[in-house]
């Protein structure tokens, strides 16, 4: 009491000038370290999204691979029912040896007998004692995970093989090479990323800097949400996921927190002793009311309020304070108007709505912090999805020209330095119809790949490093939605296949021929597409039943599925109908292979039933871009011609393109447009 007292005693005594030096310094002093907290708590939150968003990307690659697993032991299910490998042993490792060609050369492939039996290859050492193998187990238990007591973890695929009690299985071993290839595929280079595959508190494998679980990393894993923890002197970003059978996934990222501006904070304290010094000495003349004003905006910014100007009408000592106060209180409120954008960003894009909408929100956070008249993004095509562009509260605007051209936003886009940009935009840019001349900008790139520019602009802006820190920093984040958005694209695309051949679907195809046109018009690569129509085969389903046509086409597409590249896209157009994409292909290169599926196709025998064994045949049209068109998009015509001429000539042939013409050509002068029709009629009606 005695020591409250006596400081109540000297502030009492103390002079003006004293007290008001002090207020100055107090607030100044809080003014220093409420931006550093502030920036603090923003990077670790965003630390901390990026960990869990790297965490997510990382569970969906590994549930990609099970879909993958997943689909190839269901089709090994269908062949080996198929050849009735199971009766016999030889035969079923025979057809199992050469499935592996396909798979990971770790991969074990292998089939549970209805008597408990496993006949494994590849790998099969993981199965030396079958009855407890984890693998084995897991099979029986339609489980997707195994781990050995060892610690060895798998990705496990069963598929009950068809009219047989025995099931076929696959399993994939989570090594350190598998979890080293997950984080090649989340990680940057200046954003590395460190994961542990942990069964309990063990560790199975490990990538990256963090390479052992410890106490403190094991308690932020066990909390619900991401945290921030010291391992080795470092502070990382930690977030985790299950990835079944008691496997979790643990990602670090690692968390430097934001820079500490010590030379500002010395310069701040320095002003506020100047300040001190001349309240001083300064006589106390006609100073009421502009300390009156000047305290009433210290105060202000002491509790938080940045956005009350601090007013200065003299020229002299208080004059100058004010506007030493005045450049502090924009200069806080410029740092804490950044984070509290940078958390209003990576918010909008956290948050389930569609892209364009987050996107748009995004720009309008920008122009609220900035403070510029028009915010906007503009994304580049690619192979998932078209072109766009948005701006701030929603508004459209077109893209043509803008990152091809040489404008502002043309320069961003192929802007091969770090951070952002800033240029102004001539008369003659594309960016002059938008009625704005300053830009900031900078590209939308992830790794390698360049999705775009994110571009703040302005008819008078005058932008600061600050400004473009804010910009660039956005521009990350929207790469990592804009990534995110694509898997996602990916994931839901591969459930476009067609579910009795396993090839993809109609609606599959049509996208892709789209997006394929679109990529050799624009980069001036060859494009083939093979047509493909089962003969006879109406014929074939009144003779022996849909059941049996069913078998044929199941057949047909293995088959060519087994004949074409990994790069080409085979898929059931409808019926007994097929297509071919192949990129990069000529129509010399093509015919070879359209050749290749005739001839398997014929020397497959096809068994409808115990009974009955036929043989197809096929005829195909053959269409290549540049060879045969000058347009990409005139391709399915063109091969749908030459089709329907494989067709006229008697069937099992393949037909390119320009013999296709020439052939319609020479028929043109000899038979009727009716006749054509009626041939036309006749072929669907097969």
């Known amino acids: 009491m005695r020591g409250v007292r006596w400081l109540k005693g000297i502030w009492r005594g103390a002079s003006f000038s004293s007290k008001f030096a002090t207020v100055i310094l107090v607030a100044g002093m809080t003014i220093a370290v409420v931006p550093l907290m502030l920036a603090e708590a923003s990077a670790r939150t965003q630390a901390e999204n990026s960990a869990a968003d790297r965490a997510f990307i990382a569970a969906n690659l590994i549930d990609g691979q099970r879909s993958s697993l997943a689909g190839f032991i269901a089709g090994v299910g269908r062949q080996l029912a198929s050849d009735h490998d199971v009766a016999t042993p030889q035969a079923l490792r025979a057809t199992l040896i050469a499935d592996t060609s396909v798979i990971g050369t770790g991969d074990v492939l292998g089939v549970v007998l209805s008597d408990g039996e496993v006949v494994a290859v590849q790998g099969s050492s993981a199965l030396s004692t079958p009855s407890s193998s984890p693998i084995v187990s897991a099979v029986s238990a339609r489980a997707t995970t195994a781990v050995r007591t060892g610690g060895q973890a798998w990705l496990v695929a069963a598929s009950t093989i068809p009219e047989t009690d025995a099931t076929a299985f696959v399993a994939r071993p989570l090594t350190a090479g598998f ?41 932020a894993i066990a909390k619900p949400v991401p945290d921030v923890v010291s391992l080795d002197s470092r502070q990382f970003a930690v977030a985790s996921t299950s990835i079944g059978s008691g496997l979790t996934l643990a990602v670090a990222t690692p968390f430097a927190g934001p820079p500490i501006a010590w030379q500002s904070i010395l310069l701040l304290v ?37 956005d009350r100007p601090v007013h200065t009408d003299s020229v002299d000592e208080i004059g100058r304070l004010g506007s030493s106060f005045e450049a502090m209180r924009t200069q806080v409120r410029s740092t804490v108007r950044v984070a509290a954008t940078r958390a209003a960003v990576a918010m909008e894009l956290s948050l389930a709505q569609p892209l364009e909408g987050a996107l748009a929100n995004v720009c309008a956070e920008l122009r609220r912090a900035i403070e510029v008249d028009m915010a906007m993004i503009v994304v580049s095509g690619s192979e998932m999805s078209d072109p766009f562009a948005v701006a701030d509260g929603g508004r459209r605007i077109t893209f043509d020209g803008f990152l091809e051209g040489r404008g502002p936003l043309g320069e961003a886009y192929r802007y091969a330095g770090v951070g952002a940009i800033m240029l102004g935009a001539t008369a003659a840019a594309p960016e002059a119809r938008l009625l704005v001349r300053e830009f900031c900008a900078a590209p939308l790139r992830l790794g390698k790949h360049v999705h775009g520019v994110l571009a703040v602009a302005g008819q008078d802006s005058a932008f600061t490093a600050g400004d473009a820190d804010l910009v660039a920093s956005t521009a990350e984040q929207i790469s990592l939605a804009l990534e995110r958005y694509r898997f996602l694209a990916v994931v839901q695309r591969q459930a476009s296949v ?15 021929l789209g997006q394929q046109v679109a990529l050799a018009e624009r980069l001036g690569t060859s494009l083939a597409i093979l047509m493909l129509d089962i003969d006879h085969f109406k014929a074939l389903n009144d003779t022996h039943g849909h ?10 597409a293995q088959t060519v599925f087994n004949n074409v590249r990994r790069a080409d896209l085979a898929a059931r157009y409808g019926g007994e109908e097929f297509v071919v994409l192949m990129p990069n292909t000529s129509a010399e290169d093509a015919f070879v292979v359209a050749e290749k599926i005739r001839a398997a196709v014929a020397a ?11 043989r197809l045949t096929v005829s195909v049209g053959v269409a290549a871009y540049p060879q045969d068109t000058d347009s990409a998009a005139e391709l399915f015509g063109l091969a749908d011609e030459a ?44």
Do not use: W
Request: aromatic residues 4%.
């Open 547 to 556: 059941h049996a046509g069913d078998v044929a086409l199941t057949t047909f």
């Open 179 to 219: 979890i080293t290839a997950i984080a090649h595929n989340i990680a940057t280079a200046a954003d590395p990323v460190g994961i542990l595959l942990l069964d309990g508190n063990r560790t199975l494998a490990a990538t990256g800097s963090v390479t052992s679980l410890t106490p403190a990393l094991a308690v």
């Open 498 to 512: 067609d579910d009795l051949t396993g090839l993809y679907n109609h609606r599959f195809l049509i996208d892709s």
């Open 643 to 686: 089709l329907y001429e494989a067709k006229r000539m008697g069937r099992d042939r393949t037909c390119l393109a320009s013999r296709a013409r020439l052939s319609m050509v020479q028929d043109a002068r000899v038979t009727n447009s009716e006749s054509s029709v009626g041939a036309r009629h006749h072929r669907s009606s097969e």
């Open 270 to 306: 320095a002003v506020i002793l100047v300040a001190m010094l001349f309240i001083v000495i300064v006589v106390q003349i006609d100073l009421r009311r502009p300390l009156r004003r000047l305290d009433a905006a210290v105060a202000a910014l002491g509790s938080g309020d940045f």
């Open 604 to 614: 497959t025998e096809v068994e409808l039933s115990e009974r009955a064994r036929v």
